[in-house]
């Protein structure tokens, strides 16, 4: 009876006061470690992206154009805070499915031009965030109104570059289901205090 009951204390894993000291000396060490970036406030990052998605278009009477897209998006953000951040993009789509106008065979492209608003959460190195744009689309001859909402995660392994992965939804003449993979760069004096 003895050795069973003594067996059963020696499998345990540990108390839970050595679990969390454990994960702080891990949490220390890394934290001296690493050297981190974080933004800060007075901090401007600016950011290229390939995107990639599928749009639904079958309504108002349009021709259908329903299908695969794929572009190239571009932003410019000023964080005005430590988690805000604002600023302008420009995103060009090109269809990947062809649209019949007037006869013939044509890509279905339009480009947009939008006020952005970011708000991140810093975490160390990885940073989650969700960001709302809403602006212009030129497709074709047409003008009209384009917005958007997308969240997403950046990886900033130091001060001047890192990347990021954002998916979200665009809505216009066509709604857009957007998945976004690129590369972020960063610069300006950060006057705010590192999280």
Known sequence: MRGSASMGRGSRSGSPACWVAA????????????????????????????????????????????GARVGIDGRWLRDVTDFWSFGAGVRHWFS????????????????????????????????????AGAGWEVVRTRLGLRGRVEVGLGWRPQRTSGWEVRVGVEAGHEWRGVVAVGWVGYGGGGVGLDL
């Open 23 to 66: 994960a702080a000396a891990v949490v220390g060490l890394h934290t001296l470690a690493v050297p981190h970036a974080h933004a800060t406030q007075g901090e401007w990052h600016a950011a290229v992206a390939g995107v990639g998605g599928w749009a639904e278009n079958r309504c108002c009477g349009m021709t259908d154009t329903s």
């Open 96 to 131: 990947l499915t062809d649209a019949r106008f007037g006869g013939r065979q044509s890509p279905w492209g339009s480009a947009a031009l939008t006020a952005e608003a970011r708000l991140a959460l810093d975490a160390l190195q990885w940073i989650p965030f969700v960001q």
